[in-house]
C-alpha cells in the first residue's frame, strides 16, 4: 500500500522491553568507536540511526551518560544494550542485533575506524571513516 509507514520492532534478550522503529533510518552504520567498545562490550557498534521521534520503547530501561552527548539505553533484567540515545533529543543509534529482523537494515559505512581493534578485519568494500563521517 503506497504512503503506508513501515514499522519494524525488536527487543531485548528477556523480552522485557521492545520497542518499534517507524519509518527508514536516517543512516546505518558500524561504529568502531572506543567509547561504543565499552559500552557495548562488544568489538563495534552496528546500529541504525533514527529520529527519536520514530522510536517508541515499551519496559523498564536503565540509561547511563557514556559521554555528554550520548546516554546508552539498557533493559533493566537482562542488560542488552538497545540504544545510543542522543541526550540534545534528536537520534537515537538503535542496536542493529535487537531488531527481530537482525537482517533488516545493513550498514553503509564504517566510522572511526582510527580506534578500531587491530584484529578486526574490514573486507566487506564499504567506506571508511577514521571518525565521524564528514558534513
Ligand atoms: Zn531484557
Not at 561504543?36 to 562488544?42: E, F
Not at 537520534?91 to 582510527?114: C, K, M, Q, R, Y
Request: glycine share 10%.
Amino acid at each position: 500500500m503506497s504512503g503506508a509507514v513501515t514499522v519494524r520492532e525488536g527487543g531485548c534478550l528477556c523480552g522485557a522491553v521492545r520497542f518499534r522503529a517507524k519509518g527508514e533510518p536516517v543512516n546505518v552504520r558500524i561504529c568502531h568507536c572506543r567509547n561504543c567498545q565499552k559500552a557495548t562490550g562488544a568489538p563495534f557498534f552496528a546500529r541504525a540511526l533514527f529520529e527519536q521521534s520514530a522510536l517508541t520503547v515499551d519496559g523498564e530501561v536503565g540509561r547511563y551518560a557514556s559521554s555528554e552527548a550520548l546516554d546508552r539505553i539498557f533493559c533493566k533484567t537482562c542488560g542488552t544494550r538497545l540504544f545510543a540515545w542522543r541526550s540534545n533529543g534528536t537520534v537515537a543509534g538503535v542496536a542493529l542485533a535487537a531488531f527481530d529482523d537482525h537482517n533488516v537494515f545493513e550498514p553503509t559505512a564504517h566510522i572511526w575506524t582510527s580506534e578500531k581493534i587491530d584484529w578486526v578485519r574490514l573486507d566487506d568494500g564499504l567506506p571508511q571513516y577514521p571518525e565521524a563521517v564528514p558534513g
